[in-house]
């Protein structure tokens, strides 16, 4: 069984940082894409931040110059830094990524469970 386990969220002052970590578990050869949501109270979930297999990145624009999204292949591991963070980056933010077994398979959109981020005004 493959899943994704996200870590990292936590209650931080407005202007603070925050890095959230997204670690693949299971007989996984590596993340190829990966990416990273959110979802405040009310609201549809909403893309944060995307990485390629070639390490392109794509953010959305209310987190642009404050966010990095980036891979760790090694660790199997996608992370998001958060710096400068707002009372409403608060939210559940999940990870999603395609997924590449030890048999070469591709598993896409493959979901972790969420954390919560909280800054307080």
């Known amino acids: 069984q493959v899943q994704l386990v996200e870590s990292g969220g936590g209650l931080v002052q407005a202007g603070g940082s925050l890095r959230l970590s997204c670690a693949a578990s299971g007989s996984i050869l590596g993340i190829n894409a990966g990416g990273w949501y959110r979802q405040a109270p009310g609201k549809q979930r909403e893309l944060v931040a995307t990485?390629?297999?070639?390490?392109?990145?794509n953010y959305a624009d209310s987190v642009k110059g404050r966010f990095t999204i980036s891979r760790d292949s090694t660790k199997k591991t996608v992370y998001l830094q958060m710096n400068s963070l707002k009372p409403e980056d608060t939210a559940v933010y999940y990870c999603?990524?395609?997924?590449?077994?030890?048999?070469?398979?591709?598993?896409?959109?493959?979901w972790g469970q969420g954390t919560q981020v909280t800054v307080s005004s």
């Open positions: 999603n990524a395609a997924l590449t077994l030890l048999n070469l398979y591709v598993v896409n959109d493959v």
């Open positions: 990485i390629t297999s070639g390490g392109s990145t």
